[in-house]
């Protein structure tokens, strides 16, 4: 009878230094026999839903939380039984669970051979580990951005006095990077707090109470239903909602905001739509006014290349993209998410069609990939779907602007001299007074607006 083991599963660090997630639902029971990155459960982080793959093949013996739970990174969500054959544990040469166990540290590099060579070719999968397929058999490491592969696999400072730390790099260790600059913001020393944590890990109650703040209790149960009787109801604030108000609030007092508005007639584009959902090239792809304000918003950039651009505070730089990562804020039942479309100006038209409703079904399906949340450098909101004329849309924390697109209406309007019916929209654009001035500003929403009057204009503007 061959041994066997329990091995325990910590959440992950999911990407982008996030502090905790969301068992949504198990896909396991205890005493199910798994597979290696066979999907064991559903999470929600800040930012999306992912899929979590076992690091083992194995029989599982415990599922350490419940459905509903919010878990800290680092924390065991589930253990398994496994063959004890010398090391491997049920898994390839020193694969998925060495690099789960990193990523549940906090460190959320990429994972570097032994030999410091490029990362080998992984398994697809969504929370950014899984088995290796090709490894020399030695163990492999993470590397610490900004630390070389020698200083990431040293000893720990318990067996070898640590040298002497810069302020950018003497934090790493006790906490994760969104808890880092909540410290810095609040002016906390992380060197003189203790971690309550996994492992130590200094979290953001820590820092509030070091700072002397008070640590809001949870309340409710969660589920958003009041029982007979009760007169209110009271939600928790988590997953994606927690994450867009804190952004929300991040980006209102940070970056000075200005907004202006530019009603406009529409109807030569309306009439230009009606034309395109007639031609082959179109042929199965959802076409709205959203596509001719996107294809706008493309062109007029490259003309106002400022609107593009973010704001870096640490380095004092301003950050001209040469891409353009086009935000798209969708409402879904978790929440507003702004997912976006990468090298969105490369795209031809109707590629570009089809991928705003590629991005739009899959946010409403709520298969929204991290990887299409973050990197977003300008975004466009249609507030016009709910029937609003016109807003003042607050930025995606990290972009120079976002454009509001109100409905489209049929009203009188001046034309050629005379009072006609016509389709009018309002365009209401908010942008980084830092970074954007109100000439430039005003030239980008004009050229926006030059372009859905007279969509032919794109012949000489692009």
């Given at each position: 009878?061959?041994?066997?083991?329990?091995?325990?599963?910590?959440?992950?660090?999911?990407?982008?230094?996030?502090?905790?997630?969301?068992?949504?639902n198990?896909?396991?029971?205890?005493?199910?026999?798994?597979?290696?990155?066979q999907v064991?459960?559903?999470?929600?982080?800040?930012?999306?839903?992912?899929?979590?793959?076992?690091?083992?093949?194995?029989?599982?013996?415990?599922?350490h939380?419940?459905?509903?739970?919010?878990?800290?990174?680092?924390?065991?969500?589930?253990?398994?039984?496994?063959?004890?054959?010398?090391?491997?544990?049920?898994?390839?040469?020193?694969?998925?669970?060495d690099?789960?166990?990193?990523?549940?540290?906090?460190?959320?590099?990429?994972?570097?051979?032994a030999?410091?060579?490029?990362?080998?070719?992984?398994?697809?999968?969504?929370?950014?580990?899984?088995?290796?397929?090709?490894?020399s058999?030695?163990?492999?490491?993470?590397?610490?951005?900004?630390?070389?592969q020698?200083?990431?696999?040293?000893?720990?400072?318990?067996?070898v006095?640590?040298p002497?730390?810069?302020?950018?790099?003497?934090?790493?260790?006790r906490?994760?990077?969104p808890v880092?600059?909540?410290?810095r913001?609040?002016?906390?020393?992380?060197?003189?707090?203790?971690?309550?944590?996994?492992?130590?890990l200094?979290?953001?109650?820590?820092?509030?109470?070091?700072?002397?703040?008070?640590?809001?209790?949870?309340?409710?149960?969660?589920?958003?239903?009041?029982p007979?009787g009760?007169?209110?109801?009271?939600?928790?604030?988590?997953?994606?909602r927690?994450?867009?108000?804190?952004?929300?609030?991040?980006?209102?007092?940070?970056?000075?905001?200005?907004?202006?508005?530019?009603?406009?007639?529409?109807?030569a584009?309306?009439?230009?739509?009606?034309?395109?959902?007639?031609?082959?090239?179109?042929?199965?792809?959802?076409?709205?006014?959203?596509?001719?304000?996107?294809?706008?918003?493309?062109?007029?950039?490259?003309?106002?290349?400022?609107?593009?651009?973010?704001?870096?505070?640490?380095?004092?730089?301003?950050v001209?993209?040469?891409?353009?990562?086009?935000?798209?804020?969708a409402?879904?039942?978790?929440?507003?998410?702004?997912?976006?479309i990468?090298?969105?100006?490369?795209?031809?038209f109707?590629?570009?069609a089809?991928?705003?409703?590629?991005?739009?079904?899959?946010?409403?399906?709520?298969?929204?990939?991290?990887?299409?949340?973050?990197?977003?450098?300008?975004?466009?909101?249609?507030?016009?779907?709910?029937?609003?004329?016109?807003g003042?849309?607050?930025?995606?924390?990290?972009?120079?602007a976002?454009?509001?697109?109100?409905?489209?209406?049929?009203?009188?309007?001046?034309?050629?001299?005379?009072?006609k019916?016509?389709q009018?929209?309002?365009?209401?654009?908010?942008?980084?007074?830092?970074?954007?001035?109100?000439e430039?500003?005003?030239?980008?929403?004009?050229?926006?607006?030059r372009?859905?009057?007279?969509?032919?204009?794109?012949?000489?503007?692009?």
């Amino acid at each position: 009878m061959s041994a066997t083991m329990i091995k325990e599963f910590r959440l992950p660090d999911l990407g982008e230094g996030l502090t905790e997630s969301e068992i949504l639902n198990w896909r396991v029971n205890v005493g199910d026999t798994v597979t290696l990155n066979q999907v064991i459960a559903e999470v929600e982080t800040a930012k999306a839903v992912v899929e979590l793959p076992s690091p083992f093949a194995g029989v599982v013996t415990a599922l350490h939380e419940t459905p509903g739970t919010v878990v800290e990174v680092g924390k065991p969500i589930v253990s398994f039984e496994v063959p004890d054959d010398g090391g491997t544990n049920g898994r390839p040469n020193g694969s998925s669970a060495d690099a789960a166990s990193h990523a549940a540290e906090g460190q959320g590099a990429p994972v570097q051979g032994a030999d410091g060579q490029a990362p080998a070719k992984r398994e697809p999968n969504l929370v950014g580990y899984g088995a290796m397929v090709e490894n020399s058999g030695r163990p492999v490491r993470r590397r610490r951005s900004g630390m070389s592969q020698e200083a990431a696999a040293a000893p720990a400072p318990a067996a070898v006095p640590a040298p002497a730390a810069s302020p950018e790099t003497s934090e790493r260790p006790r906490s994760t990077p969104p808890v880092r600059k909540l410290a810095r913001d609040l002016g906390v020393d992380l060197g003189s707090v203790a971690g309550t944590g996994e492992r130590g890990l200094i979290t953001r109650d820590d820092v509030l109470n070091a700072a002397g703040q008070a640590v809001p209790e949870a309340t409710g149960t969660g589920t958003g239903t009041a029982p007979a009787g009760q007169r209110e109801t009271r939600i928790p604030i988590k997953g994606v909602r927690k994450a867009t108000a804190s952004a929300m609030v991040a980006s209102a007092f940070t970056a000075p905001h200005v907004t202006e508005f530019l009603t406009v007639d529409a109807t030569a584009s309306m009439e230009f739509l009606d034309r395109l959902k007639l031609g082959k090239d179109f042929a199965g792809v959802k076409l709205t006014p959203l596509t001719l304000v996107a294809r706008a918003v493309l062109i007029a950039l490259k003309r106002n290349p400022s609107l593009n651009s973010a704001w870096d505070e640490a380095n004092q730089e301003i950050v001209q993209f040469n891409y353009v990562n086009l935000g798209i804020a969708a409402a879904t039942p978790r929440g507003l998410l702004v997912p976006n479309i990468k090298d969105a100006e490369k795209l031809p038209f109707p590629d570009l069609a089809a991928a705003l409703a590629d991005l739009a079904e899959t946010a409403r399906a709520g298969k929204t990939s991290p990887a299409r949340l973050s990197g977003g450098t300008i975004s466009i909101t249609n507030i016009g779907v709910f029937g609003i004329d016109a807003g003042t849309p607050i930025l995606n924390p990290g972009e120079a602007a976002i454009l509001a697109v109100g409905a489209v209406r049929r009203m009188p309007w001046e034309y050629q001299g005379k009072i006609k019916l016509r389709q009018v929209l309002t365009l209401s654009l908010s942008f980084d007074h830092r970074l954007v001035d109100g000439e430039q500003g005003s030239r980008f929403l004009a050229d926006v607006g030059r372009l859905l009057a007279d969509p032919a204009l794109a012949m000489t503007m692009a």
